[in-house]
């Protein structure tokens, strides 16, 4: 039997179109060729994205672990071009949101602006990748907090729903409620963090809030 002659008689099993391409590709050189240029193109387009995502990979190694570490512009410049190279790592969203608004605070007033503005656009972009993402949904809630701290504790609360285990997510759920002055879900939030670490700092933070409406209620909280 010859290298081929099975293709000869049908397949049952088999697509109808498998079986067809496989009769031509032993029939008609032209396409055979034709299917060896569609392969090459396919697997040079694989080493390009292969090649893309290792230069993305080597900036975003840069930004996170160089040696010297690498300053807040420098961290965003690296980020911008690994997301440029290679758009579907959201790890360079968490870093660069993460680097621009944690040193806003050291920045003076009119960077500081411009920090904060950087980690929303990078917070937002990480988000549409992944949405459940806990770094960028904890930067996310803060932006939200200055403009309504409802909602950003309806965010918060969401991941926490969704990741409910973690102690930490009720910690900060915890004192977020606290500081909106809703003790009654604060203390529910708590009984989640019984007996871990953050559960320690979370109480400390409920009981300071507490105190601080105390003060502001004229000794009574709500």
């Not at 008609?28 to 299917?35: N, S």
């Not at 300053?71 to 959201?90: F, I, S």
Request: net charge neutral; with cysteine.
């Amino acid at each position: 039997m010859g290298l081929f002659d099975f293709l000869k008689a049908d397949d049952p099993d088999a697509p109808p179109w498998i079986m067809k391409a496989l009769r031509r590709s032993v029939n008609d050189p032209w396409f055979v060729a034709m299917m060896g240029v569609f392969v090459l193109l396919v697997s040079l387009a694989g080493v390009w994205h292969c090649a893309r995502a290792g230069m993305a990979q080597q900036y975003y190694y840069q930004a996170k672990y160089g040696k010297p570490a690498a300053d807040t512009e420098q961290v965003l410049e690296y980020c911008k071009k690994a997301y440029a190279l290679y758009p579907d790592n959201y790890y360079f969203s968490i870093l660069a949101s993460e680097k621009a608004y944690y040193m806003a605070g050291q920045a003076e007033a009119g960077l500081r602006q411009r920090r904060l503005e950087q980690s929303a656009i990078w917070c937002e972009r990480g988000l549409v990748q992944n949405g459940m993402k806990g770094q960028l949904r904890r930067i996310k809630a803060r932006f939200l907090w200055e403009t309504s701290p409802s909602e950003a504790i309806r965010f918060w609360k969401a991941y926490t729903e969704w990741q409910f285990w973690e102690p930490y997510n009720h910690a900060v759920l915890a004192g977020m409620y606290a500081k909106a002055g809703d003790f009654e879900n604060a203390e529910r939030a708590l009984t989640w963090t019984d007996g871990s670490p953050e559960g320690e700092e979370a109480r400390r933070i409920v009981e300071m809030e507490r105190k601080e409406w105390k003060a502001i209620l004229g000794g009574e909280t709500r």
